[in-house]
């Protein structure tokens, strides 16, 4: 199956700055990427589809200013955390579609923490 | 990092028939949650289960959860159509995450 790296794995990073999560796909071109969003005990979140040379999809109510995605080539998403402020601080987690729909394969995770 | 198992992988039904998808996992766990994927879509959150509940209800899905097997099912009752996708568990040990493989279900009308 395909493997997903993502890094790092976690950061602490100040109130104010920015913080970049890199999403990796290291078997397969990947045209689509998954970016969720998990806080303690509860469930993910779908943040944003990250689509391969175009714009990010993103959800509803999901800042796009302050989570930029960037999926520049077919094999890395990145998702930057501008201006993080303390509520920022989640587990944040990317997935890639498999070569068929009913494949999902997802990253270790990030866990930010904002000071 | 998935390291559930789900079955079967793939589960085919007619339209109005009963859907049930199981879930194995190794770890100890704070909650087990479900999730659904349409093809081209994300992960969408269907129910969460905590480890001290049994059994829980959301309209036509019903999951049950055995810390003991450490297993959980999802039942999915008359399905339809619209149901078609891939359905995940992933299980929250609060340090990490895990994700199941997967069963694709097809509802066929």
């Known amino acids: 199956g395909a493997v997903v790296s993502q890094h790092p794995s976690r950061v602490i990073c100040k109130s104010g700055t920015s913080v970049k999560i890199e999403c990796r796909s290291l078997?397969?071109?990947?045209?689509?990427m998954f970016w969720y969003r998990q806080f303690p005990k509860q469930s993910l979140m779908l943040m944003a589809t990250?689509?391969?040379?175009?714009?990010?999809?993103?959800e509803q109510g999901v800042e796009k200013d302050k989570f930029l995605i960037n999926h520049a080539s077919l094999t890395l998403s990145t998702l930057t955390v501008t201006s993080a402020h303390p509520e920022d601080s989640s587990f944040y987690i990317c997935?890639?579609?498999?070569?068929?729909?009913?494949?999902?394969?997802f990253g270790q995770g990030t866990r930010l923490t904002v000071v | 990092s998935q390291q559930g198992e789900e079955d079967p992988q793939a589960l085919s039904i007619q339209e109005g028939e009963n859907a049930t998808m199981n879930c194995s996992y190794k770890t100890s766990i704070n909650n087990l949650q479900w999730y659904r994927q349409n093809s081209g879509r994300g992960l969408v959150h269907l129910i969460l289960?905590?480890?001290?509940?049994r059994e829980k209800h959301s309209g036509r899905l019903r999951v049950t959860l055995d810390t003991s097997k450490k297993s959980s099912s999802l039942l999915i009752t008359a399905s339809r159509a619209a149901d078609t996708a891939s359905y995940f568990c992933a299980t929250d040990g609060g340090n990490q995450f895990y994700f199941g493989t997967g069963t694709s279900l097809t509802v066929i009308p």
């Open positions: 997935s890639v579609e498999g070569r068929r729909h009913t494949e999902a394969f």
């Open positions: 078997d397969f071109q990947a045209t689509t």
């Open positions: 990250s689509n391969e040379g175009s714009k990010a999809t993103y």
């Open positions: 289960i905590r480890s001290n509940e």
